[in-house]
């Protein structure tokens, strides 16, 4: 039995509704982190000396993932996965847990968000058990500045993963790259050059909140407007005809100034902070440990993983699950303009803790 709410003929927990929440959005993508564990130690995610680790009992069994997307893709209207973490690649399970979904789902688009340390090895058998595309973490072309960035000297090894990636026919080979004032800003003209040459899409993020060390800082992040300003000393940029259709980053078609007629490529740019996109969110997030999130900067979480363990039946599972989104907030109020801005908290959990 649902529980009847605000909005007319609609109750919280009636799953025939999907993930839909009180603003009337409904999450179709399902962002679901296989670890928490990570083998780099970027600034803006994890402190130096890494995190508490779960407990290999508190995470997740293969089982127990695989069920949660049968039920998420059967009961609650989930049209696409990403795989992410901390680092999907150290979980030695990797290519059986995607192997089984994708026997589950022939047709859900499965994505992955990595930092590609090891997929030179594993590209081909990811791809062969299923895995529809990959996003690579990388954030400079300098060794120096990758080791500065991610506390580890292993650029040439993101490299080798990234090419074995693109030959193994992951997809549309997508790079995300935070920008960091006075460390990697200088190179954003230089990674869409990389980039667009290889045919790859780039995507530079904002900075969020959401390091482990706190040291965000509003004044301190390059916006998007920057990050348009800096690429634009190199190249033209003009905004991507196609349908935005839900997607965080917005598109820019990349030009040469002497050759405008030409495109050269597309960029991304993730405006979560100074341009956020919530009131088309369609993303449902749930944690290595089993927890629901309705948004990265929730204050609430909701444990599937007890439900999971118990007697209960995937009806359950699908209803606490639904609950859960019901109640997601309207915004984040990163940019204070959101319900709640005026007491923004930075959320106990890192990004690496949460799955990106
Ligand atoms: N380890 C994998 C990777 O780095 O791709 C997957 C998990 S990581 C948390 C997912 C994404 O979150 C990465 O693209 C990373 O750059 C991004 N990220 C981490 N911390 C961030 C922050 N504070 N602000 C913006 N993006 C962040
Ligand atoms: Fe690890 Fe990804 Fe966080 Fe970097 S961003 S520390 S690679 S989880």
């Not at 495109?263 to 369609?282: H, K, N, Q, W």
Request: with cysteine; glycine share 10%.
């Amino acid at each position: 039995m649902g529980i009847q709410l605000g909005m007319p003929g609609i109750t919280r927990g009636d799953t025939a509704q999907g993930l839909l929440d009180t603003h009337g959005r409904r999450a179709t993508d399902m962002r679901l982190s296989l670890t928490d564990k990570c083998n780099l130690r970027c600034t803006y995610c994890m402190p130096a000396e890494g995190l508490n680790w779960l407990q290999k009992d508190q995470v997740l069994s293969r089982e127990e993932i695989v069920r949660l997307v049968r039920i998420g893709v059967d009961q609650l209207g989930i049209r696409e996965l990403r795989l992410t973490g901390g680092e999907p690649l150290v979980r030695a399970d990797l290519i059986e847990i995607i192997r089984d979904i994708r026997a589950n789902h022939p047709e859900l688009p499965i994505s992955m968000t990595t930092n590609a340390l090891g997929l030179d090895r594993r590209a081909a058998a990811l791809k062969d058990a299923g895995l529809t595309r990959i996003n690579v973490s990388m954030d400079s072309l300098h060794p120096g500045t990758f080791a500065q960035l991610t506390r580890r000297p292993f650029l040439d090894r993101v490299l080798k993963g990234i090419e074995a990636a693109s030959e193994a026919g992951l997809g549309l080979v997508k790079i995300n790259a935070v920008l960091m004032r006075g460390i990697n800003d200088h190179e954003a003209p230089d990674l869409v050059a990389w980039a667009v040459a290889r045919g790859f899409e780039l995507r530079f993020i904002e900075q969020m909140p959401l390091d482990a060390d706190h040291g965000w800082t509003k004044e301190g992040m390059i916006t998007a407007a920057e990050m348009r300003g800096l690429v634009e000393t190199r190249f033209v940029l003009t905004p991507d005809p196609r349908n935005r259709d839900g997607a965080p980053a917005e598109r820019w078609e990349v030009r040469d100034p002497g050759a405008p007629d030409v495109v050269l490529g597309t960029v991304g740019i993730i405006a979560s902070v100074t341009e956020p996109f919530c009131a088309d969110c369609r993303r449902t997030r749930v944690t290595a440990e089993g927890k629901v999130m309705s948004c990265l900067f929730s204050r609430e979480e909701t444990d599937l993983r007890d439900l999971l363990r118990s007697e209960a039946g995937d009806d359950d599972v699908a209803r606490r699950w639904s609950e859960a989104m019901w109640l997601k907030p309207k915004a984040h109020g990163m940019d204070h303009t959101g319900l709640g801005a005026a007491d923004f908290v930075q959320p106990d959990r890192s990004m690496s803790a949460i799955g990106g």
